[in-house]
């Protein structure tokens, strides 16, 4: 696998197609990853309806210098992605988000996934027996992959093999959650899913121009992290980039699954600017995931005991009833009447509920004995 990583400081989004092009030409011209005629999927992270500067969607600017570059190779480029929260109002999202305005500009198909039909196929999962995945996804020729740089609350990083999981069509990928919801069984899944996929991947670039930091992958604060990052390698990219944000790779499942160590990164070929160019020290994590700084041992004999999960924040909360339809386990109580409560006993901690929030109205209580090891104001990871 050539694992070269490029790196290229990018501090405003007008200067996107130049670095971007930097990035790709330093691990391989466009031609090599693309061919004359092919149908090439762009699929960037479009999580929510939000606008371009709060750092939750792929900025617009990245998308239109891999439509340019795919053109250029003379192929076919299209544009999807499945939010989950914005399924029943996709052309608000893409409004809000610039892919209409972009695409319209750039003279590019802009596909719904939902509206292209879906297949099921085995894909090694243990939790789910057949996993659903938009025809984009499978039709394409090849996939360039366009994630954003954020941490995840129940993941604590999302990057390249995450952004996968919208080739998932619709609330389908809420409904995997329900049988994959601890971090351990939902890094399996993203680990087949990337699997069943790799073969079309042409590459992943970053947009992490701006990205996120705290309670991502929606509720989180951006952070200008002035990198374009790009790899062939969409694992080892992943873990470059955890490492450079101070996060131990070893406890991440993706990674352990692909036998990807500490000492695999020696094997990576660095090109482009150093990463001691780029100010990524004190990256803060989510509260979600300071749990994973306890001890094995003490998390084994007193997991019970050691909880984190959702509350509503009813100064926030608008009772768009969002967190209740996204929730996989039913564990969201809606009426119009009252603000939503979430059910403890039912609750299985996917943080599904938070991710989808649009006005981040979704906090995190802890148990006493959580509270004890961790202070909220730290960035353990």
């Known amino acids: 696998?050539?694992?070269?990583?490029?790196?290229?400081?990018?501090?405003?989004?007008?200067?996107?197609?130049?670095?971007?092009?930097?990035?790709?030409?330093?691990?391989?011209?466009?031609?090599?990853?693309?061919?004359?005629?092919?149908?090439?999927?762009?699929?960037?992270?479009?999580?929510?309806?939000?606008?371009?500067?709060?750092?939750?969607?792929?900025?617009?600017?990245?998308?239109?210098?891999?439509?340019?570059?795919?053109?250029?190779?003379?192929?076919?480029?299209?544009?999807?992605?499945?939010?989950?929260?914005?399924?029943?109002?996709?052309?608000?999202?893409?409004?809000?988000?610039?892919?209409?305005?972009?695409?319209?500009?750039?003279?590019?198909?802009?596909?719904?996934?939902?509206?292209?039909?879906?297949q099921s196929f085995d894909i090694g999962d243990k939790n789910i027996k057949q996993v659903t995945f938009s025809k984009a996804a499978i039709d394409c020729d090849g996939i360039?992959?366009?994630?954003?740089?954020?941490?995840?609350?129940?993941?604590?990083?999302?990057?390249?093999?995450?952004?996968?999981?919208?080739?998932?069509?619709?609330?389908?990928?809420?409904?995997?959650?329900?049988?994959?919801?601890?971090?351990?069984?939902?890094?399996?899944?993203?680990?087949?899913?990337?699997?069943?996929?790799?073969?079309?991947?042409?590459?992943?670039?970053?947009?992490?121009?701006?990205?996120?930091?705290?309670?991502?992958?929606?509720?989180?604060?951006?952070?200008?992290?002035?990198?374009?990052?790009?790899?062939?390698?969409t694992p080892f990219l992943d873990a470059y980039l955890m490492a450079a944000l101070g996060y131990d790779i070893s406890k991440n499942y993706i990674l352990k699954n692909l036998g990807i160590t500490k000492n695999s990164l020696a094997d990576i070929e660095m090109l482009g600017n150093d990463i001691k160019d780029f100010d990524l020290a004190n990256l803060k994590f989510p509260k979600s995931r300071i749990l994973d700084s306890i001890p094995p041992i003490i998390v084994k004999t007193l997991g019970k005991l050691l909880w984190i999960r959702p509350s509503i924040n009813k100064q926030i909360c608008v009772k768009c009833f969002l967190c209740a339809n996204s929730c996989p386990a039913k564990a969201i109580s809606a009426s119009i009447d009252k603000f939503p409560q979430v059910d403890d006993k039912k609750c299985i901690s996917c943080f599904c509920c938070h991710e989808m929030c649009p006005y981040k109205a979704i906090d995190f209580k802890k148990s006493f004995l959580a509270g004890l090891f961790v202070q909220d104001d730290t960035n353990k990871k």
């Open 1 to 118: 696998m050539d694992k070269k990583i490029s790196l290229i400081k990018c501090a405003d989004y007008k200067d996107a197609e130049e670095s971007v092009n930097k990035a790709i030409d330093l691990i391989g011209d466009i031609s090599s990853f693309v061919k004359p005629n092919e149908k090439i999927l762009i699929k960037p992270n479009l999580l929510a309806p939000k606008e371009p500067q709060k750092a939750i969607t792929t900025h617009p600017e990245i998308v239109r210098a891999a439509i340019r570059l795919v053109k250029k190779a003379g192929a076919f480029p299209i544009v999807g992605d499945s939010p989950g929260g914005a399924v029943r109002d996709i052309e608000n999202l893409w409004e809000i988000t610039q892919m209409r305005q972009v695409c319209k500009e750039e003279n590019a198909e802009l596909v719904q996934f939902e509206a292209v039909g879906a």
């Open 144 to 233: 360039i992959n366009l994630p954003k740089l954020k941490t995840h609350s129940l993941m604590s990083f999302t990057c390249g093999i995450k952004n996968f999981y919208g080739c998932v069509p619709g609330l389908l990928k809420v409904e995997y959650h329900k049988y994959a919801s601890k971090n351990k069984d939902f890094a399996s899944l993203l680990t087949n899913i990337y699997l069943f996929l790799k073969n079309k991947i042409r590459f992943t670039l970053v947009d992490g121009v701006w990205g996120m930091e705290g309670n991502g992958p929606s509720a989180g604060e951006p952070r200008q992290m002035n990198i374009i990052a790009a790899s062939k390698d």
